[in-house]
C-alpha cells in the first residue's frame, strides 16, 4: 500500500513564504509521478506542480512559473513544494498525489493515491 503525509500549510502574508512536504510510504517504484494540486472553496481542484521521480522532469502551472519550486529528496521519500511570492489568490487547500504509472500531468483523475490536504491561507 501506499500513503502520503502532507505538512507545512498554514497563514502566511502576501508576498511571503511556505514550502510544503509530502512524504510518500509503502511500495517503492522505480517510475512515477508525485503532483500538487489545489482546490478553493467553490472551485473546482487545479492542478500546481508536478515531478516524475526517476527521470527529474518537472512541469508547472502557468499561474505559478517562477514563484513555486517543486523537489524532491530521495534518501526520505519526500516531495516539496516551495511557495515564494505568495498571493491572496494563492489561498486553497493543497494535496499531493502519486502514481506508480505516468499519469497525465495535470489531470486529477489519473492519479491514485492522495493526501489528506494542508490549508494554505494568504492575506493580503
Known amino acids: 500500500q501506499v500513503q502520503l503525509v502532507e505538512s507545512g500549510g498554514g497563514l502566511v502574508q502576501a508576498g511571503g513564504s511556505l514550502r510544503l512536504s509530502c512524504v510518500v510510504s509503502g511500495r517503492t517504484f522505480s517510475f512515477y509521478t508525485m503532483g500538487w494540486f489545489r482546490q478553493a472553496p467553490g472551485k473546482e481542484r487545479e492542478f500546481v506542480a508536478a515531478t516524475r521521480w526517476s527521470g527529474g522532469s518537472t512541469n508547472y502551472a502557468d499561474s505559478v512559473k517562477g514563484r513555486f519550486t517543486v523537489s524532491r529528496d530521495n534518501a526520505k521519500n519526500t516531495v516539496y513544494l516551495q511557495m515564494n511570492s505568495l498571493k491572496p489568490e494563492d489561498t486553497a487547500v493543497y494535496y499531493c498525489?502519486?502514481?506508480?504509472?505516468?499519469?497525465?500531468?495535470?489531470?486529477?483523475?489519473?492519479?491514485?493515491?492522495w493526501g489528506q490536504g494542508t490549508q494554505v491561507t494568504v492575506s493580503s
Open positions: 498525489a502519486t502514481d506508480p504509472s505516468t499519469p497525465l500531468w495535470t489531470t486529477t483523475a489519473t492519479y491514485r493515491y
